[in-house]
């Protein structure tokens, strides 16, 4: 399969990510898979006029292009010229690129919450228009549309994340090369499910914490982040404290708040990163699937029975009182 990759409006970071994947050779792993490179802008050795003939020959049918990636959001200012950001050499803007790519690639996958849903280029104001492929926010359409298809029959596929972890991206590509990939594998919108289907939640480390509503009050603390430091783990789409990056990191671990990365709209949520936004002392974002009564009675459950080490554990920086030592046998 021939993969494409093109970088419009984002930092990068998606491209640096991936070269984090577990495999020590990943070009060597995908061309194992059958994936083959065409281009991609910081790996590739063509550049300048050699790109630009690559490029036309993708768009005019001649090299067929089975996976179009695409990093970073789509510039369609301004007034929809997309003129803000024009391929190099080329005097066509990238936006007019990827919808004559797009409606020839046999996948089309946004890689990060830039190209998936506009991210951040898309905060404020705005005043580049930035959107995703086919989200803009929350709201379906984006640059091409929400009834476009890829000629395999599927939408875009969402690989979110800001910046997506690189196993989504090399699982979703070997999935698509070995035919094990369909619309069954995507959720609601259109992200991967093998990730997708779990929360940030799953696998904290600081889930005893959070069992006990034993909270950090400050960016130091061991406690759970939800209740004061903002986080969103509990309700963010993602497996990154089951499947860790570069094999044992996190936001959760390394002491700062999920915030939700995955989802549309995670680069405005109204309040600080790092404040939990209440309403009479309640944090008003829930866990998924827990009624707010529910949530009520068991923090105030749990708070009366949190042990002294986890009480005290979770407003220190390290490990102020440590298990009982007590015998685990039968007899």
């Given at each position: 399969?021939?993969?494409?990759?093109?970088?419009?409006?984002?930092?990068?970071?998606?491209?640096?990510?991936?070269?984090?994947?577990?495999?020590?050779?990943?070009?060597?792993?995908?061309?194992?898979?059958?994936?083959?490179?065409?281009?991609?802008?910081?790996?590739?050795?063509?550049?300048?006029?050699?790109?630009?003939?690559?490029?036309?020959?993708?768009?005019?049918?001649?090299?067929?292009?089975?996976?179009?990636?695409?990093?970073?959001?789509?510039?369609?200012?301004?007034?929809?010229?997309?003129?803000?950001?024009?391929l190099g050499g080329s005097g066509r803007p990238m936006i007019a690129w990827v919808q004559e790519l797009a409606a020839r690639a046999r996948y089309t996958l946004a890689i990060g919450s830039c190209a998936a849903w506009g991210g951040v280029t898309a905060a404020g104001?705005?005043?580049?228009?930035a959107c995703g492929l086919q989200y803009d926010g929350e709201a379906a359409g984006g640059l091409l549309g929400a009834d476009y298809r890829s000629a395999a029959g599927l939408p875009v596929?969402?690989?979110?994340?800001?910046?997506?972890?690189?196993?989504?991206?090399?699982?979703?590509?070997?999935?698509?090369?070995?035919?094990?990939?369909?619309?069954?594998?995507?959720?609601?919108?259109?992200?991967?499910?093998?990730?997708?289907?779990?929360?940030?939640?799953?696998?904290?480390?600081?889930?005893?914490?959070?069992?006990?509503?034993?909270?950090?009050?400050?960016?130091?603390?061991?406690?759970?982040?939800?209740?004061?430091?903002?986080?969103?783990?509990?309700?963010?789409?993602?497996?990154?404290?089951?499947?860790?990056?570069?094999?044992?990191?996190?936001?959760?671990?390394?002491?700062?708040?999920?915030?939700?990365?995955?989802?549309?709209?995670?680069?405005?949520?109204?309040?600080?990163?790092?404040?939990?936004?209440?309403?009479?002392?309640?944090?008003?974002?829930?866990?998924?699937?827990?009624?707010?009564?529910?949530?009520?009675?068991?923090?105030?459950?749990?708070?009366?029975?949190?042990?002294?080490?986890?009480?005290?554990?979770?407003?220190?920086?390290?490990?102020?009182?440590?298990?009982?030592?007590?015998?685990?046998?039968?007899?």
């Open positions: 399969m021939n993969l494409l990759w093109l970088q419009s409006g984002g930092c990068g970071g998606c491209t640096m990510s991936l070269l984090c994947a577990d495999s020590s050779d990943l070009l060597g792993s995908l061309a194992d898979a059958g994936i083959r490179i065409l281009w991609h802008p910081s790996l590739s050795e063509e550049s300048g006029a050699e790109a630009l003939d690559l490029l036309a020959a993708c768009a005019a049918g001649d090299l067929p292009v089975d996976l179009l990636c695409v990093e970073g959001s789509l510039l369609r200012g301004p007034d929809g010229s997309g003129r803000f950001h024009m104001p705005n005043p580049a228009g596929i969402n690989v979110a994340g800001c910046p997506t972890h690189p196993g989504w991206v090399v699982e979703t590509l070997m999935a698509l090369a070995l035919g094990q990939f369909d619309g069954d594998a995507l959720d609601a919108l259109a992200r991967p499910r093998f990730y997708a289907d779990q929360l940030v939640h799953h696998g904290c480390a600081r889930n005893e914490y959070y069992e006990f509503k034993a909270s950090a009050e400050k960016p130091s603390d061991q406690g759970c982040l939800m209740e004061n430091m903002g986080c969103k783990g509990t309700q963010a789409h993602a497996d990154c404290n089951l499947r860790p990056w570069n094999g044992s990191g996190s936001c959760t671990r390394g002491g700062y708040a999920c915030i939700s990365c995955t989802e549309p709209g995670f680069e405005e949520p109204g309040h600080p990163f790092v404040q939990t936004p209440k309403v009479a002392g309640i944090p008003i974002g829930l866990p998924s699937d827990m009624p707010k009564a529910w949530f009520v009675a068991l923090a105030a459950l749990s708070k009366s029975a949190t042990p002294r080490r986890v009480r005290d554990n979770a407003v220190a920086d390290h490990l102020a009182v440590t298990p009982a030592i007590r015998r685990t046998g039968l007899k």
